[in-house]
């Protein structure tokens, strides 16, 4: 069965869909495809704390259909390195940031007065 995920690394987020047979390295070879940042220099990693191992199945992570579902993609972190001898930085992800208010005009108007000039009448 397919499997949703959302990759996010400091500003960026990645939308990405898979099998759930698939292995963690299958994964990396697809965000490679999208940064351009080979397996090796990636670290995935679940509840921001469980770093992925590049030899186990997605469902072998506890990543399967019901828990990474298309409406709520399953979220991991990701950490890349500038080398492969350099060790992994620790893992960012930028908040996302709020909306402004609306301005007074695209607000609700109260429902006493948001029907005028609406009315039909049958002759």
Do not use: H, W
């Not at 579902?69 to 399953?74: E, G, I, N, T």
């Amino acid at each position: 069965m397919d499997v949703y995920f959302m990759i996010r690394c400091k500003k960026v987020t990645m939308l990405l869909d898979t099998k759930e047979t698939s292995q963690v390295l299958e994964l990396k070879k697809m965000i490679e495809g999208i940064l351009k940042v080979s397996p090796e220099n990636q670290q995935l990693v679940k509840d921001e704390t469980e770093v992925l191992l590049d030899n186990r199945t997605l469902a072998d992570c506890g990543l399967n259909a019901s828990t990474a579902r298309a409406q709520l993609p399953a979220v991991l972190g990701l950490v890349i390195r500038d080398s492969p001898d350099a060790p992994f930085p620790p893992l960012d992800i930028e908040p996302y940031t709020s909306p402004p208010e609306l301005p007074d005009v695209m607000k609700a108007q109260d429902s006493s007065g948001g029907d005028q000039g609406m009315s039909t009448q049958a002759s």
